[in-house]
Nanobody, 125 residues
Framework: QLQASGGGLVQPGGSLRLSCAAS????????IGWFRQAPGKEREGISC????????YYTDSVKGRFTISRDNAMNTAYLQMNSLKPEDTAVYYC????????????????????WGQGTQVTVSS
């Protein structure tokens, strides 16, 4: 089971750190991804980190602003989001892959195994 948390309301330019906590299995063996779904839009994959934390991926719209990390000892992954924009408003989900490496196409939902409930991020003044 995965649980995303840390969302909330933040002003443009602000920061949030999302957490993804796993229970019932050991996520250390799997890559972890973050997706988001904005109102009226499809869910999109935005970031991934490999099991060892070495390989990372960011979609262009968040590159340079978001940082993915993980603490395998704590069975937790994080998404540090800086310089937030109104277009970052969405429900954010974390997920694990079927292996320790990030999928070739991070955006494809079929590449991901377990999904947690999302956390709402609203960027507004």
């Amino acid at each position: 089971q995965l649980q995303a948390s840390g969302g909330g309301l933040v002003q443009p330019g602000g920061s949030l750190r999302l957490s993804c906590a796993a229970s019932g299995f050991t996520p250390a063996y799997y890559a972890i991804g973050w997706f988001r779904q904005a109102p009226g839009k499809e869910r999109e994959g935005i970031s991934c980190i490999s099991s060892g934390g070495i390989g990372t991926y960011y979609t262009d719209s968040v590159k340079g602003r978001f940082t993915i990390s993980r603490d395998n000892a704590m069975n937790t992954a994080y998404l540090q989001m800086n310089s937030l924009k109104p277009e970052d408003t969405a429900v954010y989900y974390c997920t694990t892959s079927w292996s320790g490496v990030c999928p070739r196409d991070v955006r494809r939902e079929s590449e991901w195994r377990y999904w947690g409930q999302g956390t709402q991020v609203t960027v507004s003044s």
